[in-house]
């Protein structure tokens, strides 16, 4: 079945500094993918996402690309701010269906 | 328009028990999707309900079993507690006419700690 591999974390950078999570994916059509952010004590809330290849999503100073040659989709932002301080999932959709979801990674921002 | 509202936030039940929660879908969404989120781990499905109708299921045995009512709410219930039935359960909801580039909004979830 599909499946989704992040980088591990956790992830600790300084405030201002630049950001790259890591997502690839395995899946036998062609996916939509998704990035979702959980803050502490919350459910998910969806970032960005593309639904195919070459597609750029972008929210709040994230963007993540839709790489088909590479099936990864990295999730960036240039200027990261305590506020992002959050975990971070990667997750594929096919059809109507399930969200597969990867491990998450946990960002923490330092002042 | 209101967000996904899940039932209780959290829970302590016993090993053995039963124990039912509840998601009321954000409007004008038809389907609803279960999550369960291990500690540290990322969300794996349970099932999905489509106007009342189970349309896809994960690998969760079959003491997992939910419902969906006329008005799109949905319910969750775990029979005969495990220890490894602690997580948090996260209900999504979900217009369903957009096929895979649909957005899902997911309630707070429920935490329940079975001991």
């Known amino acids: 079945g599909d499946s989704v591999t992040q980088m591990e974390g956790p992830v600790t950078l300084s405030e201002e500094a630049f950001l790259t999570i890591n997502c690839t994916y395995t899946?036998?059509?062609?996916?939509?993918l998704f990035w979702y952010v959980q803050y502490p004590g919350e459910g998910l809330q969806l970032l960005l996402k593309a639904t195919k290849a070459d597609d750029k999503g972008s929210n709040k100073g994230f963007e993540a690309t839709y790489r088909k040659e590479t099936t990864s989709f990295h999730l960036e932002k240039g200027s990261v701010q305590v506020s992002d301080s959050a975990v971070y999932f990667c997750a594929t959709r096919q059809g109507a269906q399930k969200l597969v979801f990867g491990q998450g990674t946990r960002l923490t921002i330092n002042p | 328009e209101t967000g996904v509202t899940q039932s209780p936030t959290h829970l302590i039940k016993t090993r053995g028990q039963q124990v039912t929660l509840r998601c009321s879908s954000q409007s004008g969404h038809n389907t609803v999707s279960w999550y369960q989120q291990a500690l540290g781990q990322g969300p794996q499905f349970i099932f999905q309900y489509y106007r009342e109708e189970e349309n896809g299921r994960g690998n969760f045995p079959p003491r997992f079993s939910g419902l969906q009512f006329p008005n799109y709410s949905s319910e969750l219930n775990v029979n005969a507690l495990e220890l490894d039935d602690s997580a948090l359960y996260l209900c999504?909801?979900?217009?369903?006419?957009?096929?895979?580039?649909?957005?899902?909004?997911f309630g707070q979830g429920t935490r329940l700690t079975v001991v």
């Open positions: 999504a909801s979900s217009p369903s006419w957009e096929g895979k580039n649909t957005e899902a909004f």
């Open positions: 899946a036998t059509g062609y996916p939509s």
